[in-house]
Every structure is written in structure tokens, then in C-alpha cells.
């Protein structure tokens, strides 16, 4: 009897604290249904969709589950690179820098090399080397850089976001949600190089000797989306696959975050779902939805801040207000548009290997 008492207890605490849960979401995010179909369909473990001007949440699932972020990272890296120096500063590869693998750009020790060059191997190859030459140049050393990037989290609002290294190779303790990742992309678009790097396809890049590097950006749809912006991948065994984007459709700009998918195809296919869900939402033809899973759910420790300051929305809100009325450029509904691209080569080098971190 004191067996069944006990386990009745447990239900209705568990139930209690369920209920809970339901009526914070649905009091503290207001422009939120936590209620789709839509969201059964995603794949990934968690995703998030946000409108860029405003940093609205649009589509959210698990968005405060806490996951590795994979190479997704190198976009903290290249932001405190920035704050911290030019483009046209030279950095020298070091020994540890030119060995760490397995994506990488093949820099080799002793090599003179420009900012901006390790950030294109950084953000368009994901080169793990050039991330890594990037923390040694801008914090002495990777302990010390990977000390600017949590405070630079930290100071984004990024509260459930740890990094442990300047590539987002395995480490314990490492953990991003995809309401940060999302985030973390929406500062980054402010930086006109990050912006533009992101974007390019293919690009030469080479040394101060002169030895040249054949790149190609690892984010497929840039070449088969005519909405993307640009984004940056990921890949490890424990994080799956990772990616983070901004497309652009008329005057609005969405960003999808997505965390944990099963496999490269369903990346890209859920990418694409996302950002026509968050264009639709964006436009008011849907309502904004949230969605928890039971089994993931479990893994997550606290809600994320999804609601950002009044001021800040109302700012935001107002120059996207003056925005569209001061639009003529009649792109029309899709907002199709030719973006420059750095001149594209036949033959592109390309890091092909099966290894931990493809990115």
C-alpha cells in the first residue's frame, strides 16, 4: 500500500511539474503556440528559426536542448578574432597550428599568412587549422582565446552556449542550444566580413610567399537556394549534423538554426523547409510555433530567454517598418537576387576525408 501511495506521489509531482512548464511557455512567450505538426516532421534534435531585425523566434523545437555545436563555432572564433585585430594583420602558423587536423587547409609552419585569409579557410573550408592560427594570433594562446569567446557568449546573452576550443572539434563541456546558435549567427551578420565570407562559394586564397589554396564553402545550398545568405556547417560523431543560416526573401531575413540531424541530406532538406516556414511565418500567413519533444526534453536544463527588450524590438520594428516602405527595387514576392561571388575556379582543392570533424 505505502508502495502504490509513493508511486501515485511521483505521478502527480511529475504531472504538477509538466503543468508547470506548459503555463510558462505560455505566459512568458506570448507570441508562441507550442502546438504543429510541422514540427513532428523535423528531424534534427533542435532547431530554431529567427527573424533577423528583430530576433523574433518564429519556429523553435527543443530550443534550449544543449548540444555540441560542431564546427558551427568557428563563427565565435572569427567574431573575437575581429574584435581583437585587422584583416590585413599577419599571423605566423605554428607547429600545433599547421598539425591539427583533420579538416584543414594544409597551412604549413613557419608560413606568414593574413587574418583575413585564416578566416576565409576558417568560415568557407571550415580548415581547423586556420581556426586554430586565428586563436593563437588574436589571444597569445587556444586557453586564452577560448577565455575571450565565453566572455563574448556571455555578453551576446548567450547563457546556455560553453566553448572549450577555437574549432568546435570534440571536448568535453562544449555545448551550444539552437536559440544561441541562431543568436550567435544574428551578431555575426553585423560583421561585413563575416557577412560577405560566408557567402562566397569558392575562393583562391594564398600565403605571403605567394603559395596558393583552392577553397570551396562547405554549405551546399549556396549554390542551389536562391534565398540563402550564407551559413556555416558542422560535423562530429556526437554532435551529427550541424548548420546555421540567413536567407533573404523580399525584405525579410530569416535565420535557421539547426542542431543533432541524422544525416547531410536531411540537413539541407530541412534547411530549406525552415526558412520557407520562416518566411511564411515572418509574413504573417502562419502563426509562430514551439515544440518540445518528450525524450529530448529531459536533457534540457532551463528555459532560454527567447523574449528580447522591448526598446530593442521596438527600435528594430521601426526601421523595419521604414525599410519596406522605402523599397522600390521590385525584387517582388521570392526577393530573388544575384549575389557577386569571388571568381570561381574549375578545379577546387577539397578535403574529402572520413575523419572526426568534417564540417
Same mark, same amino acid.
Given at each position: 500500500?505505502?508502495?502504490?501511495f509513493e508511486a501515485q506521489r511521483l505521478q502527480f509531482r511529475l504531472?504538477?511539474?509538466?503543468?508547470?512548464?506548459?503555463?510558462?511557455?505560455?505566459?512568458? /512567450?506570448?507570441?508562441?503556440?507550442?502546438? @504543429?505538426?510541422? +514540427? *513532428?516532421?523535423?528531424?534534427?534534435? %533542435? !532547431? &530554431?528559426?529567427?527573424?533577423?531585425?528583430?530576433?523574433?523566434?518564429?519556429?523553435?523545437?527543443?530550443?534550449?536542448?544543449?548540444?555540441?555545436?560542431?564546427?558551427?563555432?568557428?563563427?565565435?572564433?572569427?567574431?573575437? /578574432?575581429?574584435?581583437?585585430?585587422?584583416? @590585413?594583420?599577419? +599571423? *605566423?602558423?605554428?607547429?600545433?597550428? %599547421? !598539425? &591539427?587536423?583533420?579538416?584543414?587547409?594544409?597551412?604549413?609552419?613557419?608560413?606568414?599568412?593574413?587574418?583575413?585569409?585564416?578566416?576565409?579557410?576558417?568560415?568557407?573550408?571550415?580548415?581547423?587549422d586556420a581556426a586554430f592560427a586565428l586563436s593563437e594570433a588574436a589571444?597569445?594562446?587556444?586557453?586564452?582565446?577560448?577565455?575571450?569567446?565565453?566572455?563574448?557568449?556571455?555578453?551576446?546573452?548567450?547563457?546556455?552556449?560553453?566553448?572549450?576550443?577555437?574549432?568546435?572539434?570534440?571536448?568535453?563541456?562544449?555545448?551550444?542550444?539552437?536559440?544561441?546558435?541562431?543568436?550567435?549567427?544574428?551578431?555575426?551578420?553585423?560583421?561585413?566580413?563575416?557577412?560577405?565570407?560566408?557567402?562566397?562559394?569558392?575562393?583562391?586564397?594564398?600565403?605571403?610567399?605567394?603559395?596558393?589554396?583552392?577553397?570551396?564553402?562547405?554549405?551546399?545550398?549556396?549554390?542551389?537556394?536562391?534565398?540563402?545568405?550564407?551559413?556555416?556547417?558542422?560535423?562530429?560523431?556526437?554532435?551529427?549534423?550541424?548548420?546555421?543560416?540567413?536567407?533573404?526573401?523580399?525584405?525579410?531575413?530569416?535565420?535557421?538554426?539547426?542542431?543533432?540531424?541524422?544525416?547531410?541530406?536531411?540537413?539541407?532538406?530541412?534547411?530549406?523547409?525552415?526558412?520557407?516556414?520562416?518566411?511564411?511565418?515572418?509574413?504573417?500567413?502562419?502563426?509562430?510555433?514551439?515544440?518540445?519533444?518528450?525524450?529530448?526534453?529531459?536533457?534540457?536544463?532551463?528555459?532560454?530567454?527567447?523574449?528580447?527588450?522591448?526598446?530593442?524590438?521596438?527600435?528594430?520594428?521601426?526601421?523595419?517598418?521604414?525599410?519596406?516602405?522605402?523599397?522600390?527595387?521590385?525584387?517582388?514576392?521570392?526577393?530573388?537576387?544575384?549575389?557577386?561571388?569571388?571568381?570561381?575556379?574549375?578545379?577546387?582543392?577539397?578535403?574529402?576525408?572520413?575523419?572526426?570533424?568534417?564540417?
Amino acid at each position: 500500500m505505502k508502495e502504490h501511495f509513493e508511486a501515485q506521489r511521483l505521478q502527480f509531482r511529475l504531472r504538477s511539474r509538466n503543468m508547470s512548464l506548459f503555463i510558462f511557455i505560455l505566459l512568458f /512567450t506570448p507570441y508562441i503556440s507550442p502546438f @504543429s505538426a510541422f +514540427a *513532428v516532421e523535423i528531424n534534427s534534435r %533542435a !532547431a &530554431v528559426v529567427m527573424e533577423a531585425l528583430t530576433g523574433r523566434i518564429l519556429y523553435g523545437k527543443n530550443a534550449n536542448l544543449k548540444l555540441a555545436p560542431a564546427s558551427t563555432t568557428k563563427l565565435m572564433t572569427a567574431m573575437v /578574432t575581429l574584435d581583437a585585430m585587422n584583416p @590585413s594583420d599577419t +599571423a *605566423v602558423i605554428s607547429e600545433r597550428a %599547421a !598539425a &591539427v587536423s583533420p579538416v584543414k587547409a594544409h597551412f604549413r609552419a613557419g608560413e606568414r599568412v593574413t587574418i583575413e585569409t585564416l578566416l576565409e579557410a576558417a568560415l568557407i573550408k571550415s580548415a581547423n587549422d586556420a581556426a586554430f592560427a586565428l586563436s593563437e594570433a588574436a589571444g597569445g594562446t587556444e586557453d586564452r582565446f577560448v577565455e575571450l569567446m565565453n566572455q563574448k557568449a556571455i555578453a551576446l546573452g548567450m547563457s546556455d552556449t560553453r566553448f572549450v576550443n577555437s574549432t568546435g572539434l570534440p571536448g568535453e563541456g562544449q555545448f551550444i542550444t539552437a536559440y544561441d546558435l541562431a543568436r550567435m549567427l544574428r551578431q555575426a551578420l553585423k560583421y561585413p566580413l563575416i557577412k560577405e565570407t560566408i557567402s562566397t562559394k569558392v575562393s583562391r586564397i594564398s600565403t605571403e610567399d605567394g603559395r596558393a589554396i583552392f577553397i570551396k564553402n562547405s554549405n551546399k545550398l549556396l549554390w542551389v537556394d536562391e534565398w540563402m545568405l550564407g551559413g556555416k556547417t558542422g560535423y562530429t560523431r556526437k554532435a551529427r549534423h550541424c548548420f546555421v543560416c540567413a536567407g533573404e526573401q523580399g525584405n525579410e531575413t530569416v535565420i535557421v538554426a539547426l542542431l543533432g540531424v541524422p544525416s547531410r541530406e536531411r540537413l539541407w532538406k530541412e534547411a530549406e523547409e525552415l526558412l520557407e516556414k520562416g518566411f511564411s511565418i515572418a509574413s504573417g500567413k502562419e502563426e509562430p510555433v514551439m515544440f518540445f519533444t518528450r525524450s529530448d526534453y529531459k536533457e534540457s536544463v532551463q528555459l532560454a530567454a527567447y523574449r528580447v527588450k522591448s526598446s530593442e524590438t521596438s527600435e528594430a520594428t521601426d526601421k523595419k517598418i521604414k525599410k519596406n516602405s522605402g523599397n522600390k527595387n521590385g525584387r517582388g514576392k521570392l526577393g530573388k537576387r544575384v549575389k557577386k561571388h569571388k571568381p570561381k575556379m574549375n578545379a577546387v582543392a577539397e578535403d574529402r576525408g572520413t575523419s572526426e570533424n568534417k564540417s
